[in-house]
């Protein structure tokens, strides 16, 4: 499955905010009002798009992809905080591996960060299924202030295979 991630327009953004996920997955339910903080380059969301173009999901880093309460300033700057977001009609459909797979390979060649992490709602036994997967370990648990809902941080290192050009003098 070939994917593209890119910049996210203002037509996606709204068709993204327009998502409806079933309970307990409505807490990731956008408004209106979040189409303006989805197209705004300065906060690093991006779409993903199938092979055929369609909007499949997005994902975002940085503090963007944070949850309130984390524990997010132990590892700053080396862990790039991953989030990603998938059309509600296209989870648990066995494409979330490769989704996955491939926001963290953009989101290593675009920040080359140490490593990856990541904070999924602890009920999501989905998400952090897929996650384990691609080799992130639990590192800390919190519950957001507001609501007490519990919220696991995941890490994993970053890659470790990058592409790195050495050059050999033959005459040295």
Known sequence: MALTIGQILIEQAKEIAAWRYEPPLSLYNLSEEDCSLLWEPANRYYSVLDQEQTLLGYCCFGKEARVAGGNY????????????????????????????????????????????????????????????????????????????????QLERLAYTNRQVKVFINPLG
């Open 73 to 152: 300033k132990e590892q700053e700057p080396t862990a790039l905080d991953v989030g990603v977001g998938m059309h509600p009609a296209k989870t648990g459909k066995g494409l979330g591996n490769k989704f996955v797979a491939a926001v963290l390979h953009f989101a290593d060649v675009q920040f080359s960060p140490a490593k990856f992490r990541v904070t999924v709602a602890a009920f999501n036994e989905r998400s952090l299924k897929t996650f384990g997967k691609l080799g992130f370990e639990k590192t800390h648990a919190f519950e957001r202030s507001h609501d007490d809902m519990t919220f696991v």
